[in-house]
């Protein structure tokens, strides 16, 4: 069994090259995660902006009113297999190695923290961090680049 998982993984491998998407190239992306998002968001070309993608998914709030109240709520819609496959890959982007205690991706790792200092809760939290992901993986789908882990400065990371 582990000698076909890993021809398979080799062949998926090989297909996302030929494709010519970097996803791997973020921390918490393998080449499984990497075709599942292939896979579930098809040609990245159907969306025009991060948002619509972020719609697809389930992500983005809906909004309910009338008069002068608003109110965003959860949405229960979209591809709830995209919206699972991001949201592992939040958790992923704020977990802490065991041996050093530091963070596998200091920009989201500090950027949660920032959430939480501002009074979100955790899943809220982790909720701006999904959404962040999406404007990365949009970028990263369209233009076939390298990801790239952005600086953070000493005093926002600790």
């Keep these: 069994n582990q000698q076909e998982l890993a021809q398979i993984e080799e062949e998926i491998g090989g297909l996302i090259k030929q494709l010519g998407f970097q996803l791997e190239t973020m921390t918490g992306i393998d080449v499984v995660t ?13 969306f ?27 949405s ?26 530091e ?15 501002a009074g979100k809760t955790k899943q809220q939290a982790i909720v701006c961090i999904m959404r962040k992901l999406v404007n990365v993986v949009h970028y990263l789908m369209r233009t076939k680049a390298a990801y790239i882990i952005p600086e953070v400065s000493i005093k926002q990371a600790g």
């Design 34 to 46: 990497a075709a599942e998002l292939v896979a579930e968001i098809g040609d990245i070309h159907r």
């Design 48 to 74: 025009a902006t991060p948002d619509k993608l972020a719609r697809f998914a389930g992500i983005a709030p809906i909004i309910c009113g009338s008069g002068n109240k608003v109110r965003n709520y959860k």
């Design 76 to 101: 229960k819609q979209g591809n709830r297999e995209l919206h699972d496959i991001i949201r592992n890959l939040a958790i992923r982007q704020i977990a802490v190695t065991r041996n050093k205690k």
């Design 103 to 117: 963070p596998r991706n200091p920009y989201f790792h500090s950027y949660y923290e920032q959430k939480l200092t």
